[in-house]
């Protein structure tokens, strides 16, 4: 099989010849560089992906202005009527900065001025395509978090109580953050046809443990609109690849029925998440992607113990399809990079059949 029919086969649970596998959004930190340039004199990205026999390429948009704004972290929310909002402080700590719409009113987030969809660079998916033409695409395209960008705008407590008693409050600013992404996701998605296969998106609304909200409130605040940009995604023919780290497990039925078709990074060291129940009650539904622990197997197990953890997770979804080995979190200093070594390396040795 080519990458590209491996990685799609996993996507609609047919059989592949081996589990698919991917270094997590393509994403090099500066040790794993570093191990590749000195152990194995590989310095370029796609030399290094090709070394580890990725069946994935993401691409993109160029100017991720979302990551941050000028604005700065002490803005109040009168200002807003001038500024764009940030999406990202790069921190959750209410201790640290002053959280732009802490006090905002429903006035200032009508207000508020978001960037242009004409602003935003997109790849060129041709070119891409032709670069890689037996390789799946991802394409990451430009959005709001809709969770975590309402804890970056009100603060992470403040966010949360506005979500319970002040509603009108949080809903305002989701569904304005909502229509933008409305509007950036269409013209990504007509520039992308023909080109990629799957749509990255992203959330954040889950600890270790659990959902961070209840998660009857998640349903009434938060999942319409995912819904929404989900069946977009759809209707224009791609599959979907959802991203929210921790237990998630309590709304993987309401993923699945919503129409995404595979999440990650499958955090198998969270609660209810592990391979085997995951697996059991979901195999066959959704495709996941990751499952090779960063706190449990990269950090601090050796090479065999890594193996181990590939073919375990292997082995779970092998009746059922639907398994994409990758690490579990990137950019983690700590992660061994022999260990990255080994997990993909494993995962070719895998046969299914």
Known sequence: MTHRERALAAFRFDPTDRPPCDLLENMLWERLRAYFEEIHSLTD?????????????????ENPFYMRSQLGNTVK??????ESIPLSIGTLSDALFDRPLRDATLEDIEAIRFPSVDDIIFPDFKAARERWPDHAIVFMPYNYGLFMSACDSFGFEEALIKMASEPEIFDALIRRMHEFNMEALRVGLEKARGYVDIIWT???FATQESLIMNPALWRERIKPY???????MRDYGFYTLYHSCGAIRSVLPDLIEIGVNGVEVFQVSAKGMDAAGIARDFGGKMTFYGGIDVQTVLLSADER????????????????GGYIVANSHHGVDGIRTENIIAMCDEAHKIRYR
Do not use: M
């Not at 929310?77 to 001038?82: I, K, M």
């Not at 113990?305 to 059922?320: G, I, L």
């Open 202 to 204: 992203w959330d954040d």
């Open 305 to 320: 113990e890594t193996r181990e953890a590939v073919r375990h997770n292997a082995a779970c979804f092998k009746s059922c």
């Open 226 to 232: 995912i819904a929404e940009e989900i069946g977009c």
């Open 77 to 82: 929310a009168g200002a807003l009527r001038e």
């Open 45 to 61: 990205r796609e030399e290094i992906l090709d070394f580890i026999g990725a069946d994935f390429r993401w691409v993109k948009v």
